[in-house]
């Protein structure tokens, strides 16, 4: 019975020590072993994968367990306005990866007599001058305040409503991939908004909601028009109901034509 009582004891006080020890020679390999020896960028084109290294600031000799990911992601957007989203993982025994998703510049805002350019989402790329609007989208009716690279376009606090409804119409152009062929977006007055579709067709937007909806009605009008139409496309809701009607701007006549559908 002594026998017993001592081995019982001698059990009570190993088997936590050896979890100890365990634990003490986890800890001593993960430390030891498991050195990032690489790190590897995909996804980035405006920036060098060197210049994303840098920002992320993981290095080489650092502990692939102990890197802290989403800090390395924040650090990557704060001084990358461009970089859009950032995932970063480790391969075992000593890769570190970075995945970035590159903004691309999709429209200019004003600011004074400066300009910045914004994605499909609002976020701030850059600042520039009247030349470097070329090929995008400028938003008018609306201006930049306090502007900043890598920041969400902010506006007095009267225009939320207008810079509500641009996301959302530069959002829909966006995934209707028109956004190289509009031009001069107008948000002045919320229940009229217009831009200009491939230089030749003014559009009537009306109001800025419901924009995926509206974008997919006027490609659906133009579908069949000759490749050189000029003319004037209405997009106006009555009672639930979105109507086009059509002009041609040489003889300022009114073909008469209208497509309903119901929403």
Do not use: C
Not at 25 to 53: C, H, K, L, N, P
Not at 114 to 142: C, N, P, Q
């Amino acid at each position: 019975m002594a026998n017993e009582r001592k081995k019982h004891r001698s059990t009570i006080i190993y088997t936590p020590l050896a979890a100890v020890l365990v634990l003490i020679i986890i800890i001593f390999g993960v430390s030891v072993f498991f050195r990032v020896t690489s790190v590897e960028v995909a996804g980035q084109s405006r920036y060098t994968a060197d210049e994303i290294i840098v920002a992320s600031g993981i290095q080489t000799g650092d502990n692939l367990f102990f890197i802290n990911t989403d800090a390395a992601a924040r650090r990557i957007k704060a001084s990358k306005p461009y970089i859009a989203d950032v995932r970063v993982t480790w391969q075992i025994p000593d890769v570190a990866l970075i995945e970035v998703t590159e903004s691309i510049a999709f429209a200019v805002v004003s600011e004074g007599g400066d300009y910045w350019k914004i994605d499909s989402s609002g976020r701030i790329l850059e600042h520039t001058d009247f030349s470097g609007t070329a090929g995008l989208i400028r938003v008018m009716g609306l201006t930049a305040v306090t502007p900043r690279e890598g920041a969400a376009l902010a506006v007095a606090e009267a225009y939320d409503t207008q810079l509500g409804f641009l996301l959302d119409i530069l959002s829909a152009m966006d995934k209707a991939e028109i956004g190289r062929d509009v031009t001069n977006l107008d948000m002045t007055n919320i229940s009229a908004i217009t831009f200009t579709y491939k230089g030749r067709v003014d559009v009537r937007f009306g109001r800025g909601d419901k924009a995926e909806f509206k974008i997919t009605r006027l490609l659906e009008a133009l579908e069949n028009r000759a490749d050189d139409f000029a003319g004037q496309v209405l997009l106006d809701r009555d009672e639930g109901t979105s109507v086009i009607t059509y002009s041609n701007q040489a003889s300022s006549n009114l073909e008469g034509e209208t497509d309903a559908n119901s929403q």
